[in-house]
Every structure is written in structure tokens, then in C-alpha cells.
């Protein structure tokens, strides 16, 4: 009998083993699979956005006198003109007006050249005509033609014009943007937590609140657009389109988890410090104010890091609020007309031209550089000034 208990134990036992392993294996697979789709979704933005970060440039001898300025494209060549792009042209009488010492001379630079000569020394079209082909390989031949680094990439706003377009005013639109979502969501997400988690009495109505913070949570972030236009645009008559608009709507979005993180951390803190604080004469507040929100504050501040992060990668609920305009300069104020970096990357994934492909995969490569940058400061704040208890 007893042989019989223990080969039964022995098999139960070894069944468990097998079990555990399928589990490790079926993880450990997940765990592939996930690291295979994100090495694949990079490889593919990289494949195709990395030549959006150089751009061919022409050399020619650019003349500056009454009737260039006047007539752009009589400033260089006949044969050379149709293969610059028309943005060049368009910046020479602002380069003349100013350096007004350029007027009457005769200067050999380099030029961007227009988005089908680009497309086609990258490989993705040739709808170049047969003169314009045979004029740009004379220009090769000649050393004429080469790669530069696009700098308008990052310092050019939109444009309709890809060899022009570029991510200036989407940039310091998603800056005016975070700055209201920090300046309104930290302090009262911070004081909310502090006072559900520290003063306030524990009855229905608070509970009530919490179950909501940890509903909106969850809520979808179109909702908040939504909500963002019925109440500040329609009610309070914030202008569209600006990051005034945009920050207070991804404000509502980010509070509930700043509120979460931050009562999270405060709660990591034990109620030794609390108690140790009150004996020796401090007030609750003090205790709070004191003691228990600076051993806090590593845990608030990456919570607020990932919560802005978050807000940042969302487009939704800023198409709602118009957010998604055309911007060809840079917003000067809160109430400018203004985008952001992820409603840049839906205008330019619309657009018809090949040019624009690139530009929206250098973009979500731009972006994505920035989302995982302020991640990665969340995990150093957290592991620099985490204090174990």
C-alpha cells in the first residue's frame, strides 16, 4: 500500500515539474515574441526613415540682383532650376533682405534639391523627366550633387513642400503643451493625493472619489477630448487648436495617474516616520510636509514623468480639438495656433507624396527617442533616490 501512495505522490510530483516547465517555456516564449515585434517594428522604422535624416543638396552659382530676387528661379541655371526645390527660391529675397550685401554678386552654394531628385538617389521613384535625369548625372558626374545632414528635419515647420517640411513647430508646440500639462496636473494631482491618502476620513464619499480616479484611468483618451471640447473650448472659450486647449485636455487625461503614483508612493512610506514626527510635537501637516513627502518625492516625480510621457504619445483627443491644423510657423504663445509631434506624424501619414513615408517614419523615430528618454529618467530617479524599507 505504501509503494502504491508513494508512486502515485512520485507521478503527481513529476507531473507538477512538467507543468512548471511548459509555464517557464510558454513565458519565456511571450517573452520572444514580444522582443521580436518590437526588433521588427524598429527595423522597419529605421529601414525607412533613416534616409529622411540627410537630403541631397545641389551645387550652383546663385546670382543676386533685381530681376533674380524678383523672378527666383532665374537666379541659377535653366537646366539646374527644375531640380532645386522651390523652397530655396522662396528664402532668397528674405536671405537678400537679410544680408543686403548679397545684392549684385554672384555666390556658388549649395542647394536642397526638390523631393523627386531626393526620391530618386534614394531609390523610391523615377519620375524624373529625361533632360532632368541627364542634368542631374551631369551634375554627379561633376561632384556636384552630394548628401547633407536635413537639419530643416528639426529646425523647419510644416510645409507642403517635403524637401521644406520639418518638426520646429511641432516641437515647440509639444513644449508649450507639456508645460500646461505640468503646471496644472502635478500640483493638483499632488495635493489630491495627498489629501485622499494622508487627511481625508474614510467614508463613502471618499470612496466614492477613489473609485472614480481609478475609473478615469481607464477611460479611453478620446473621451477626454471630448471633454476637453465641450468644456473648454465650447464653455469656457479657450481658442482652438492651441496648447492651451491641448494642455488643459491632456491635463484631465494625466491627473488620475499622478494621483495614483503619487498616493502609491506616500504609501510606501511607513507610518513609523509619521508617528516619530508627531511624537516630538509636529503637526500632521508637518509630519507630512516634513518627513513623509520628501521620501515620497522620488516616487511622485516618476510617476509625473510617465504620466507626461504618456500624455505626450497621445493624439486622439487633441484631433478633437483641432489640433491636427496646419502650423507652418512656430506658436509664440499659449493661445497660438499650435500641434504636436504625434498629430504631425497622422498630418504627414495622409499626405500623397513618397518624400512624406520617410518624414513619418523619422518622426515616430524622433518621438519615440523622446518617449523613451523620459522613461528612462523615471527608472534613474527611481533607482538613485528609492529608499528601501
Not at 558626374?141 to 524637401?163: E, Q, R, T
Request: charged residues 15%; proline residues 4%.
Amino acid at each position: 500500500m505504501n509503494s502504491q501512495v508513494s508512486l502515485s505522490a512520485s507521478r503527481r510530483l513529476k507531473r507538477r515539474y512538467r507543468a512548471e516547465k511548459r509555464f517557464k517555456a510558454y513565458c519565456i516564449g511571450a517573452l520572444l515574441l514580444a522582443l521580436a515585434f518590437l526588433v521588427l517594428f524598429f527595423s522597419d522604422m529605421i529601414r525607412q526613415g533613416h534616409s529622411a535624416f540627410v537630403q541631397t543638396e545641389i551645387q550652383a552659382e546663385v546670382t543676386y540682383n533685381k530681376d533674380t530676387v524678383k523672378f527666383t528661379q532665374e537666379s541659377v541655371d535653366e537646366d539646374i532650376a527644375p531640380l532645386i526645390s522651390r523652397a530655396v527660391f522662396r528664402a532668397i529675397p528674405r536671405r537678400v533682405e537679410n544680408n543686403p550685401g548679397l545684392m549684385g554678386t554672384t555666390q556658388t552654394v549649395w542647394l536642397v534639391a526638390n523631393s523627386d531628385v531626393d526620391q530618386y538617389r534614394k531609390g523610391h521613384n523615377d519620375r524624373l523627366g529625361s533632360q532632368d535625369l541627364a542634368t542631374l548625372k551631369r551634375l554627379q558626374a561633376n561632384g556636384d550633387v552630394a548628401y547633407g545632414f536635413n537639419d530643416g528635419l528639426f529646425f523647419s515647420g510644416d510645409s507642403k513642400i517635403p524637401s521644406n517640411a520639418g518638426l520646429w513647430s511641432a516641437f515647440v508646440g509639444t513644449f508649450y503643451v507639456m508645460l500646461v500639462v505640468l503646471a496644472i496636473s502635478f500640483p493638483i494631482g499632488v495635493a489630491t493625493a495627498i489629501y485622499l491618502e494622508e487627511f481625508a476620513p474614510d467614508n463613502r464619499f471618499t470612496q466614492a472619489i477613489e473609485i472614480n480616479i481609478n475609473n478615469l484611468a481607464a477611460v479611453p483618451s478620446i473621451l477626454f477630448g471630448l471633454l476637453g471640447l465641450a468644456i473648454f473650448i465650447n464653455f469656457f472659450g479657450v481658442p482652438r487648436s492651441s496648447a492651451m486647449a491641448g494642455g488643459l485636455t491632456l491635463s484631465l487625461m494625466t491627473l488620475p495617474v499622478i494621483i495614483i503614483s503619487t498616493r502609491a508612493a506616500l504609501r510606501a512610506v511607513p507610518q513609523s516616520i509619521r508617528q516619530g514626527a508627531q511624537a516630538v510635537g509636529a503637526s500632521r501637516w508637518q509630519a507630512v510636509r516634513d518627513h513623509v513627502l520628501p521620501l515620497s518625492l522620488p516616487g511622485i516625480l516618476t510617476g509625473t514623468i510617465i504620466g507626461v510621457a504618456q500624455a505626450m504619445g497621445e493624439t486622439a483627443p487633441l484631433l478633437l480639438i483641432g489640433m491636427i491644423a496646419y502650423i507652418p510657423e512656430a506658436p509664440t504663445s499659449m493661445t497660438d495656433a499650435a500641434t504636436v509631434l504625434p498629430a504631425q506624424i497622422f498630418t504627414w501619414a495622409g499626405m500623397p507624396e513618397r518624400a512624406y513615408v520617410s518624414l513619418t517614419a523619422a518622426a515616430i523615430l524622433v518621438l519615440l527617442s523622446m518617449l523613451i528618454l523620459l522613461n528612462a529618467t523615471a527608472v534613474v530617479l527611481r533607482n538613485r533616490f528609492e529608499r528601501r524599507w
